[in-house]
Structure formats: structure tokens, C-alpha cells
């Protein structure tokens, strides 16, 4: 390889890094590599910003418009309430569940479909006394599932069309991947019917009460100075034994007491931290003596009106800063009273915590937080903390009416998808079913920049020889097996890539080696480039390669190798099938 190769394969090498150990956010990184790479004069201008003229970003800012008003107008919520009707059997509740998910996964925007079953799930978990921990990853997984349907199914699908068409070639057709994707969809949900309830540990969410690993959330309260506690021995003040949290620790000025013994004494100021179930904050705070650390930001909400939510932090500002450094009290009109993070225990103060993408926070709010904050993306997902409300309905079938405009006009191909997409995001606008803040404020600009700014480092890739380079190593290694040996190659290293990166980056960084692979067999480009969309879209082994499981992991009180515990049977499946079908379908 020449030298800019070698740089190239640097930068990637750094973008993976950064990415993998989440340093910077994804945008930021990829938007850096590809500047980088830019005034290091290995791209010119045209092929750095090419991204931000492709029909790509401006197809999925469209349908993120579009799915945000399936939101507001509340449809997804009497469909999933019905799914749930007169089912007692958990496998029955995981089937009348995910193959409509997945099917509606196929047209809908999966982050947006995610967001909006959960909270619905949580509380039909919560009223049947299921643990949540055996649905939301497979609601997350049937809508990865169904996004391989269908080329606007996910951005990944929509970002490979639009480097189809940058390479001179032919565009994704809106079913052009369902004769493989359909049967992979399938046969994954039936999979994940059979061996979820077996794979999935009943882990219990923040919101459960389960004893030891389920104490997940941590709570600040302090002594009151003078008050009945102060002065009195841990036991006698009846911390010891409360039901469903536990006293880690005690702050005693510069000074950390843990463990905590029965017989040690409480003074006025004491900041105890606590673990545990979620709703036994409120008996923590009916406590006479103990007040919250964060009193005098309650004080400071309306007093009448408020309400529990627990709240998962998006990709917004929030992820990276601390509550001082957000002012997260002033900016939402909310107090956070406990964090949860999967995986660890939260040992500073609230105030000191740097948050992260996929941490649940207990806030404390007025009735009317969700419907101010659920539509921005500072926050994933807004559950209230007993029960989920039913969305009001706004122009409903108005909704309803465009979506199927929208796949008429593009199945039939009156429109292509870029003004079918544009056009539909337009009309729900013009109808109302949607305000222009409400538009804005579902276009997430860091996965547009994301996406736009990745089409400059897979210029590189493949101008600088590296695609080529990568190319003729798969040949070397697979050349034996022959051109599905090199397609298995191509999934293999997709399916690697999207785990340590992310699926639109993984997407763009192997297209121009699937291209370069199939050049150099002398092979249809086609199938190669199939592949690396299917394989970057199913990504099921950690939280990290689809933000739909990062929105799960916490929420449903989940390791990281649970990921793997039930995603590697699904891989396997899926790769296995694509080796199959592909040639199929897309002969070689």
C-alpha cells in the first residue's frame, strides 16, 4: 500500500478507537476523521462534503419527521395494549408481540418504534408481575429484525442506497432486500420465541423488586441536623433492614464510612447513599429526619402536580456533562433523585456524575414533563413511574392516510423514495398532525452528520487503495473457498465492524471493500454490497452496535454479555441464512 493508504487505515484505526471507547460522540468522531483526512489533502473538497449533498441524510431527516408523528398521534399504543389482551403464556405474550413489531419495523424509523413500545411493555410487565428483562431486548431485536425488510426499514439500508447511487450504480428499491430480509426476520423472531424465555435472565429492571443484582439505582439522602435520626445508631434509626434498598455508605464530610455497621452513629449532615428498588424512594423520603440531597431543588418545583419519571439519557448534551454542568434543574423544571447505570454502581454525588448515553435517572417533575420533553432528544425514553398515560390522538387517520401514500407511491414506483419521503414529512406538517418545533426537534442531527460526514472516509477508503487492499486480502484467505467464501468474509467483518462502531459506520467503511472484493473475482458487485447492509443492520451481540439495544440495557437491568447470551444464536442464524439466500436471490 502507498503512504496515504497507510494514513487512512490511522485515522480508521483512530475513528475506532474513539468510537469503541465512546471518547468523543460518534458524529464528532467520524465528522474529525473525515476532515482530518481532508486537509491532510488525501480527499478534495467534493468527496469530503459529498455526503451532505447525497439523498441519504435528506431521506432519513424526512422519515424521522414522518415516524415522530406516528408518535405524537398516539397510534402505536392501542396497538400494543391489544397485543397484550387475555395472554398468560410468556412465549405466547413474546409472539403476539414481535412479529407485529417487526413488521412494523419494516416502514417505521426503529429508534423512534422502540421508544414508543417500551413504556407500554414496562407497564403490562409491571401489571402481570413479568420481569421486564424478558421483553425489551427482544422488542429491540424484532425491530433490528424488521428493518431489513425494507430499504427505508433503517438508516443503514438508506445509507448503502446512497452509495450505490454516489458509485454510479442503481439505487436500493424500496423491496429489493425482502426476499432475503423477509425470511431472516422471521425465522430471527421465531428464534427469538423459542429460546428468549430459556437465554434471557430474569434480571429485573430498576423498576422491579428483585433482591442483590437488582439493586441497581442510587439515592442521596441526608440527615437532617437536629432531627430524630441525628444522634442515633444506624440500627435504632430502622436503616438496617428496609425493604428493597440498602445503606451503602455514609459521607461524612471528606471522610467515606463502608460498610456501614449496625451501631454506627448518625450525625446531622450525613449523606447516606442507598441501593435499590426504584419506588422505595418515596418511602426513603417519607422518613422523618432524612430529607433528599436534592431538597432544595424540589423546593424549588411548583409543589403541586408533580409526579415520578424515569427517564433514559439520549445523545443530546446531557451525555458528557454532569447535572451542575447541565443545570438540569433549571433547563427542565425536574429534580434528578437517583441514577442507574447497567453494569455499575454510582459511587460520587449525583451533581458529580458524568451521565452517559443509556442511563436511567429518577426525576422528579410537574405532570406535564412528558409531554414537554418525550419529543426532544435529550432523552430516550420517558416512562412515568407508575404507568404509562395513553397518548392523546391528533389527526390520527391523517397519519395513517400518508403513510400508505407514502408506500403506494414508492412500491409502485410513482415517486422515488426521496420525494415520496420529503413529501410525506411535509404533509403532516401542512395537516397540523405535527408543529414545526415537534419536526425540528425529531431531526437528530448528530446521526444526519454521522452519516453525511461518513461518505468522505469511504471515498478515502477506497481512493487511497485501502478498499482494494482489504480486497485482495479476503481473496487471499477465502480464494479457495471461492466467491462465498469471500461473501462470508465480507459478513463476517461487517458483523465485527458494527459491534465496535456502529451500524452506519460500519456501512460505509466495508461498502467499498464488498465493491473492491467482487471486482476483484470478477464477481456481480450486488450481492457483496447486500450483504454489508443486511450484516450491518443486524447487530444483536452488545449494546453498542444499534441504539435501539443502548436503550434497552439499562431499562431492563441487563449485563453486557446478556447481550451475547442471546444475540450469538441470532448472528449465527442471520449469517447463515445470508449466505444462503443471497446467492439466491443475487447470484454471483
Given at each position: 500500500?502507498?503512504?496515504?493508504?497507510?494514513i487512512?487505515?490511522?485515522?480508521?484505526?483512530?475513528?475506532?478507537?474513539?468510537?469503541?471507547?465512546?471518547?468523543?460522540?460518534?458524529?464528532?468522531?467520524m465528522?474529525?476523521?473525515?476532515?482530518?483526512?481532508?486537509?491532510?489533502?488525501?480527499?478534495?473538497?467534493?468527496?469530503?462534503?459529498?455526503?451532505?449533498?447525497?439523498?441519504?441524510?435528506?431521506?432519513?431527516?424526512?422519515?424521522?419527521?414522518?415516524?415522530?408523528?406516528?408518535?405524537?398521534?398516539?397510534?402505536?399504543?392501542?396497538?400494543?395494549?391489544?397485543?397484550f389482551?387475555?395472554v398468560?403464556?410468556?412465549?405466547?405474550?413474546?409472539?403476539?408481540?414481535?412479529?407485529?413489531?417487526?413488521?412494523?419495523?419494516?416502514?417505521?424509523?426503529?429508534?423512534?418504534?422502540?421508544?414508543?413500545?417500551?413504556?407500554a411493555?414496562?407497564?403490562?410487565?409491571s401489571?402481570?408481575?413479568?420481569?421486564?428483562?424478558?421483553f425489551?431486548?427482544?422488542?429491540?431485536?424484532a425491530?433490528?429484525?424488521?428493518?431489513?425488510?425494507?430499504?427505508?426499514?433503517?438508516?443503514?439500508?438508506?445509507?448503502?442506497?446512497?452509495?450505490?447511487?454516489?458509485?454510479?450504480?442503481?439505487?436500493?428499491?424500496?423491496?429489493?432486500?425482502?426476499?432475503?430480509?423477509?425470511?431472516?426476520?422471521?425465522?430471527?423472531?421465531?428464534?427469538?420465541?423459542?429460546?428468549?424465555?430459556?437465554?434471557l435472565?430474569?434480571?429485573?429492571?430498576?423498576?422491579?423488586?428483585?433482591?442483590?443484582?437488582?439493586?441497581?439505582?442510587?439515592?442521596?439522602?441526608?440527615?437532617?441536623?437536629?432531627?430524630?435520626?441525628?444522634?442515633?445508631?444506624?440500627?435504632?434509626?430502622?436503616?438496617?433492614?428496609?425493604?428493597?434498598?440498602?445503606?451503602?455508605?455514609?459521607?461524612?464530610?471528606?471522610?467515606?464510612?463502608?460498610?456501614?455497621?449496625?451501631?454506627?452513629?448518625?450525625?446531622?449532615?450525613?449523606?447516606?447513599?442507598?441501593?435499590?428498588?426504584?419506588?422505595?424512594?418515596?418511602?426513603?423520603?417519607?422518613?422523618?429526619?432524612?430529607?433528599?440531597?436534592?431538597?432544595?431543588?424540589?423546593?424549588?418545583?411548583?409543589?403541586?402536580?408533580?409526579?415520578f419519571?424515569?427517564?433514559?439519557?439520549?445523545?443530546?448534551?446531557?451525555?458528557?456533562?454532569?447535572?451542575?454542568?447541565?443545570?438540569?434543574?433549571?433547563?427542565?423544571?425536574?429534580?434528578?433523585?437517583?441514577?442507574?447505570?447497567?453494569?455499575?454502581?454510582?459511587?460520587?454525588?449525583?451533581?458529580?456524575?458524568?451521565?452517559?448515553?443509556?442511563?436511567?435517572?429518577?426525576?422528579?417533575?410537574?405532570?406535564?414533563?412528558?409531554?414537554?420533553?418525550?419529543?426532544?432528544?435529550?432523552?430516550?425514553?420517558?416512562?412515568?413511574?407508575?404507568?404509562?398515560?395513553?397518548?392523546?390522538p391528533?389527526?390520527?387517520?391523517?397519519?395513517?392516510?400518508?403513510?400508505?401514500?407514502?408506500?403506494?407511491?414508492?412500491?409502485?414506483?410513482?415517486?422515488?423514495?426521496?420525494?415520496?419521503?420529503?413529501?410525506?414529512?411535509?404533509?403532516?406538517?401542512?395537516?397540523?398532525?405535527?408543529?414545526?418545533?415537534?419536526?425540528?426537534?425529531?431531526?437528530?442531527?448528530?446521526l444526519?452528520?454521522?452519516?453525511?460526514?461518513?461518505?468522505?472516509?469511504?471515498?478515502?477508503?477506497?481512493?487511497?487503495?485501502?478498499?482494494?487492499?482489504?480486497?485482495?486480502?479476503?481473496?487471499?484467505?477465502?480464494?479457495?473457498?471461492g466467491?462465498?467464501?469471500?461473501l462470508?468474509?465480507?459478513?463476517?467483518?461487517?458483523?465485527i465492524?458494527?459491534?465496535?462502531?456502529?451500524?452506519?459506520?460500519?456501512?460505509?467503511?466495508?461498502?467499498?471493500?464488498?465493491?473492491?472484493t467482487?471486482?476483484?473475482?470478477?464477481?456481480?458487485?450486488?450481492?457483496?454490497?447486500?450483504?454489508?447492509?443486511?450484516?450491518?443492520?443486524?447487530?444483536?451481540?452488545?449494546?453498542?452496535?444499534?441504539?435501539?439495544?443502548?436503550?434497552?440495557?439499562?431499562?431492563g437491568?441487563?449485563?453486557?454479555?446478556?447481550?451475547?447470551?442471546?444475540?450469538?444464536?441470532?448472528?449465527?442464524?442471520?449469517?447463515?441464512?445470508?449466505?444462503?439466500l443471497?446467492?439466491?436471490?443475487?447470484p454471483?
Amino acid at each position: 500500500m502507498e503512504l496515504q493508504a497507510w494514513i487512512t487505515l490511522g485515522v480508521v484505526v483512530l475513528l475506532i478507537v474513539a468510537m469503541a471507547r465512546e471518547l468523543v460522540q460518534p458524529a464528532v468522531a467520524m465528522f474529525a476523521a473525515t476532515m482530518l483526512l481532508f486537509l491532510l489533502g488525501i480527499i478534495d473538497a467534493e468527496e469530503a462534503f459529498a455526503g451532505f449533498s447525497n439523498e441519504a441524510p435528506f431521506i432519513i431527516a424526512a422519515l424521522l419527521v414522518f415516524a415522530r408523528a406516528v408518535d405524537v398521534a398516539g397510534i402505536m399504543q392501542p396497538v400494543v395494549d391489544a397485543l397484550f389482551s387475555r395472554v398468560s403464556s410468556t412465549r405466547l405474550l413474546l409472539a403476539r408481540l414481535l412479529l407485529p413489531l417487526t413488521g412494523i419495523s419494516a416502514f417505521l424509523n426503529n429508534t423512534t418504534l422502540v421508544a414508543m413500545t417500551v413504556p407500554a411493555v414496562m407497564e403490562m410487565a409491571s401489571r402481570r408481575r413479568l420481569a421486564t428483562s424478558r421483553f425489551l431486548m427482544p422488542v429491540s431485536f424484532a425491530a433490528v429484525l424488521g428493518g431489513v425488510i425494507t430499504t427505508v426499514g433503517t438508516s443503514t439500508n438508506l445509507t448503502v442506497s446512497g452509495l450505490l447511487r454516489e458509485a454510479e450504480m442503481e439505487p436500493l428499491a424500496l423491496f429489493e432486500l425482502t426476499p432475503v430480509g423477509l425470511p431472516i426476520a422471521i425465522t430471527g423472531c421465531l428464534l427469538l420465541v423459542l429460546i428468549g424465555p430459556w437465554l434471557l435472565p430474569d434480571r429485573g429492571s430498576a423498576r422491579d423488586d428483585v433482591e442483590g443484582t437488582g439493586r441497581d439505582f442510587t439515592v442521596t439522602m441526608r440527615v437532617t441536623a437536629g432531627g430524630p435520626l441525628d444522634g442515633r445508631d444506624v440500627e435504632r434509626a430502622g436503616l438496617r433492614h428496609l425493604q428493597g434498598v440498602f445503606l451503602v455508605e455514609i459521607a461524612r464530610g471528606s471522610r467515606t464510612i463502608a460498610p456501614v455497621a449496625p451501631d454506627e452513629i448518625l450525625e446531622g449532615g450525613d449523606e447516606l447513599t442507598f441501593v435499590g428498588r426504584v419506588d422505595q424512594v418515596v418511602d426513603l423520603q417519607r422518613i422523618r429526619g432524612l430529607e433528599s440531597s436534592e431538597n432544595r431543588q424540589i423546593n424549588a418545583l411548583a409543589t403541586g402536580g408533580l409526579a415520578f419519571y424515569e427517564v433514559v439519557v439520549g445523545g443530546g448534551e446531557l451525555a458528557g456533562a454532569t447535572l451542575k454542568e447541565s443545570g438540569f434543574r433549571a433547563r427542565y423544571d425536574a429534580a434528578v433523585l437517583a441514577i442507574h447505570r447497567a453494569g455499575y454502581r454510582i459511587d460520587a454525588k449525583l451533581g458529580d456524575v458524568r451521565l452517559r448515553l443509556g442511563d436511567t435517572l429518577l426525576v422528579l417533575g410537574d405532570v406535564r414533563f412528558r409531554q414537554r420533553w418525550r419529543n426532544r432528544p435529550d432523552f430516550l425514553v420517558i416512562a412515568p413511574l407508575r404507568g404509562t398515560p395513553p397518548a392523546t390522538p391528533r389527526k390520527a387517520w391523517i397519519v395513517v392516510a400518508i403513510g400508505i401514500g407514502f408506500l403506494v407511491a414508492t412500491a409502485s414506483g410513482l415517486l422515488p423514495i426521496l420525494q415520496a419521503s420529503i413529501l410525506a414529512a411535509l404533509l403532516v406538517l401542512v395537516s397540523g398532525a405535527l408543529t414545526p418545533r415537534q419536526a425540528r426537534d425529531a431531526i437528530d442531527l448528530n446521526l444526519i452528520v454521522l452519516i453525511a460526514a461518513a461518505f468522505g472516509l469511504g471515498a478515502a477508503v477506497e481512493a487511497t487503495g485501502l478498499a482494494a487492499a482489504g480486497a485482495e486480502l479476503v481473496t487471499t484467505v477465502m480464494g479457495p473457498v471461492g466467491p462465498i467464501g469471500a461473501l462470508a468474509a465480507v459478513i463476517v467483518a461487517t458483523v465485527i465492524i458494527t459491534e465496535l462502531l456502529s451500524n452506519n459506520a460500519a456501512a460505509v467503511l466495508l461498502f467499498p471493500v464488498a465493491v473492491a472484493t467482487a471486482a476483484t473475482l470478477g464477481a456481480d458487485p450486488r450481492p457483496f454490497v447486500i450483504a454489508v447492509t443486511l450484516s450491518a443492520s443486524l447487530s444483536f451481540l452488545s449494546p453498542i452496535g444499534y441504539q435501539t439495544n443502548m436503550l434497552v440495557y439499562a431499562l431492563g437491568g441487563y449485563r453486557f454479555t446478556d447481550f451475547a447470551r442471546l444475540g450469538a444464536p441470532l448472528t449465527l442464524l442471520c449469517v447463515a441464512l445470508q449466505l444462503v439466500l443471497i446467492p439466491l436471490v443475487f447470484p454471483l
